[in-house]
């Protein structure tokens, strides 16, 4: 597998743009459009709240039959609890998508990400997407990136290229996302391009698991929200004989390709979390099952109290050990090791003395990485999140104003 | 019912004392000892985390007999994660303090809060707790409140009267607990003094409800901790006749009074929340069961990004909203209204056209009060918390150094 340039345009037969439409209060990009040549399969992962917007439960409806052709996306509004009318403009930007690039609707996945409860200018709207789609390009996957945009910092984009057969293949994808992250989608958006050919079954099984792996294991804050979706489409023009059996050493290579996409993603993601100084990797070792790892990482990487430890460089393994505790699996904390990067700090559940300036070197590295080794089976899991500080407040004490 | 002065050496019969024995690196008291004349019936929570100092499953195990007669308490220290030498401390604080006050260490409840981690240094917890139990006085509750608080910035007591059968019974309690302070018990200590009488059926049940009404309602960061506890004690002095039936009269005032205790100490408990500015209070009503309603209002008190519009004074009834849907349970977001106190944010899942400005004059209110209507039945639930801000990060980040 190789690192490419370029992101959701990389993959043969895939234009995009990103344009301004004046939704965002600054005058950055708010509406992107991804696009290719031929239909595509597709498949898509979704937010698991019980308030959703509408371009979740549409988009979930126009993915019900495997494909699908173009993306829009606007930043700026998640046009959710807005009701009636939310769900009629969702419908409209699908239409005027189609109506664009002569297309059904059905085949336009819709996403929004923004502020919830205001109504959309569907004027503004309509003018962006038509400008997006008269202007798309396979050069401009980076304008798509950043008009996903919200309070992101770096815009999130990433291609890779496998061999198939002695064939090429690549996928590309762009992600969003920093506030109001939280396992099972959180205001996330994430977009892959592939020009693999392969059946809709193992699409689906190999986005699923990469996205249970990746975007299902960061967290920034515990908040799930009302937009998010992880969407995949493959248009198959790279050429390589059809994927279509799950235990095949191509699905394999594919998976592999797709999953190291969107950890990178996540990552960055996690990186770029609202107010973030670090990245911290939580690695669960040693777990009787691997739910029960992914559950103990990911209540660590959302504990407040970590979070905040470790923005103040503060080797507080006590806090660690309690997150892991309140995490709803049962383990015996009596056997359980912490390391802080390659420094010890508790066995068997009990404090070491520790060298304090080596484990403060540890937490001025990027990412912070804590293992914790439960020493009562063979599963483990990664998780990923951030570090918790003044200016994650700050953003988030005057996000609407 | 009528509010009274002191705390749980209000009801007759109770001494208590708090002390300085130097565990903290202030010269802050650190040692608490809470003692009645007569032996009590005896009652408890515990702390849900899997994770737990050697205080809390020992003191369970002191109770399993529905007895005890002393309190002792130590801050600056949470002797959790300490394995056999922390289990043995725990047990030489209840033989030290037995043997001050002539009892069985099976009649001490044990509590410790403070750091994890760290092995407590014995000879000045022995110390302390001898100092304590020679200067015992019914003057001293609120030197024994001072005594348990960490982080906390006041003291947290109460006392209370009321009439059962023409016999005065009073109730006094003290607790502590500001950071790691989420439902289920979490760094919270909460001691209930009573001279009332009633048999051991009758004060669990009244208890166990009490804190599920309050203690179990607070959410300060969603961090559980490893060392909580509420206890009471009833020593009968009264005189009252026996409360032995949970259907009587004198059970339901007594109950009653209990609880309102129990919701003011919590209440306390989430004012005083790590670097908060003003309470949040959350009620949920037309919920189809109480469960659900409870659920919903801990998922609002708990949100992050909810706590942080508070702070910033932006009413961002979305991410109620968003909160709500996360909580795990089921309901229709098309009936949902949202007040912030007087004001109507949302009808019917949808935003609505409010005065900014008084919406602003309700967030600089305290406490702030969300009420969240769900409209699908008769059941209610209040949940109390506390916004989030630059010193709750600034606290944590620095809490062990």
Redesign the interface.
Known sequence: MKKISGSVTAPRGFLAQGVCADLKKSDKKDIALIYSEVPCTAAGTFT?????ASCVDITRQHLANGRAQAIVVNSGN?N????EQGWNDTLQMAQITAQSLDLDPHDVVVASTG????NMCMEKIEKGIRQAAANLSPEDGHKAAQAIMTTDLVSKEIAVEIELQGKTVRIGAIAKGS??I?PNMATMLAFFTTDACLDNICLEKAFKQAVNQSFNMISV??????NDMAVILANGLAGNPVINDVNSDDYKLFQEALQTVAVTLAKMIARDGEGATCMIEVQVKGASTQENARQIARSIT????TK??V?????????I???????G???D??RVDIYLGEEKM?E????LAFDEERARRELEKDPVVITVDLKSGSQSAVAWGCD???D??????????
């Open positions: 698991t709240n019980v308030v959703r998640a959710a609890c807005t009701g502020v919830i409860g205001v506030g109001m939280h804050d515990r908040d799930t929200s009302t959302g504990s407040n109290l905040a430890a923005f103040g460089k503060d080797a507080n393994w006590g806090r050990l309690a997150a892991a505790g309140y995490s699996v049962e383990f904390p009596q508790a068997n559940g009990m404090g918790l500080s003044y994650y407040v700050k953003i988030n004490a005057s996000y609407r104003s």
